[in-house]
């Protein structure tokens, strides 16, 4: 495996282009723990192609009999399901009225988890409202394999850029939901119930509000939130985790708990008086959750998963897997014992374009995306 060589720092903010683009330069990485590059692999990991011809498939998600994709493609709003067995390939919705100026438009999708019993799919987009650009999230009504109908059950305000987009259900049933804070770092720390900016929230598959959610009648899961493109939970324990991006320093890697305060805000700075990565977490009330682990210069993290069977031995089992844009690297991330911190990082694979997104699932290999593939990591 080989490591690709730092040259040089990228811009101040992770963007998505408009069109899909070829690899951006490494940058230089800064971590709380030396990153190496895995050792002993034969033969190394390497990509598979599952998918290709895509138009930005930010947001996927595998079955969980692993014969089947749902993918979606953030410019043309369109959610297909691909069958890996056929090769059947079926437009399943298309999300009317979507936007797609900077990091806008069909951002993420799931599965109602009892599905197909409840025959629900879930779509978070950037929509054109009343002339007016909306972060909503759409539950669609499944028949016969394609959407006939669909409802808004979540709905949020946008920015030409940080808008979050990745949704997800829970162990516990319930949807959770990523919005970045659309550039305004005012907006992680306002919990009233109507900016729903720079959190993750947690609502039900109807779009309620759960009766145990920290505040009272709000969706809030946590706050205090920049620019987060990927979370999962772990399968040992049902623990929530979540990448989120720095401005010019500082992606983070957080171990999200209810109610808990990730400390993006006004007061943010890449400079001194505070080291990193306290210099953009001082914000908002005590205690200040400070990430598990960060990345000095950026990377641009957007997918975030867990190996579980994942057809690896014990080379990567258990591991916390991200990805990152910037550079199209995958990292292996070991957790310590009790699975409450990070205690090493090594390159696992090294992509030849930007990853959007990674996914995993108990059981199933890992895949992961780029702005025109899916692909099927073989490790």
């Known amino acids: ?22 690899r951006l330069v490494p940058v230089i990485v800064g971590v709380a723990l030396a990153g190496s590059a895995l050792t002993g692999c034969d033969p190394p990991p390497h990509s598979v192609p599952v998918i290709t ?5 930010s947001g996927f998600f595998v079955t ?4 089947k994709i749902w993918y979606s493609e953030r410019f043309n709003g369109e959610i297909h399901r691909r069958n890996l067995q056929t090769n059947n390939d079926v437009v399943v919705f298309t999300v009317p009225n979507v936007v797609t100026a900077g990091e806008q438009g069909l951002l993420g999708v799931a599965l109602h988890p ?3 019993a409840s025959p629900y799919l879930y779509a978070y987009a950037t929509r054109q409202v009343g002339g007016v650009a909306r972060n909503q999230v ?16 979540f709905d949020a305000s946008a920015g030409s850029f940080h808008n979050g987009g990745r949704i997800h259900f829970g162990p516990d049933g319930m949807l959770y939901i990523v919005v970045g804070e659309n550039t305004v770092p005012a907006n992680a720390q306002d919990l009233s119930a109507t900016n729903k900016a720079g ?4 609502i039900t598959p109807d779009g309620a509000v759960p009766a145990d959610n920290p505040i009272a009648g709000n969706t809030i899961w946590a706050y205090g939130i920049r620019n987060s493109f990927g979370f999962g939970f772990d399968p040992t324990n049902d623990q929530l985790w979540a990448n989120d991006n720095g401005p010019e320093c500082n992606d983070e890697v957080d171990r999200i708990v209810k109610g808990g305060n990730y400390a993006w805000g006004p007061h943010e700075t890449c400079s001194g008086p505070l080291a990193a990565p306290d210099n953009t977490n001082q914000d908002g009330p005590l205690p200040q959750r400070k990430p598990k682990h960060f ?7 957007t997918g975030l998963g867990f190996c579980s069977s994942c057809g690896a031995g014990s080379l990567v089992e258990g591991a916390l897997l991200i990805s990152s844009y910037n550079n199209g690297q995958i990292h292996r991330l070991t957790l310590n014992a009790g699975r409450t911190g990070v205690v090493g990082d090594d390159l696992l694979f090294d992509h030849t374009s930007n990853v959007l997104a990674l996914e995993t699932r108990a059981g199933q290999p890992v895949y992961f995306s780029d702005p025109s593939a899916i692909y099927r990591l073989e490790i």
Do not use: C, E
């Open 1 to 22: 495996m080989r490591v690709a060589a730092p040259l040089s720092v990228r811009a101040r903010h992770l963007r998505f282009p408009r069109t899909p683009v070829g």
């Open 138 to 153: 759409l539950k669609i009504t499944i028949s016969n394999g394609v959407g006939v109908a669909s409802q808004v059950i």
């Open 64 to 67: 969980p009999d692993n014969t």
């Open 53 to 57: 011809g895509l138009s930005f498939p």
């Open 114 to 116: 009892n599905y197909p």
């Open 295 to 301: 990345y000095a210069s950026t990377i641009g993290i």
């Open 199 to 202: 959190k993750i929230h947690r």
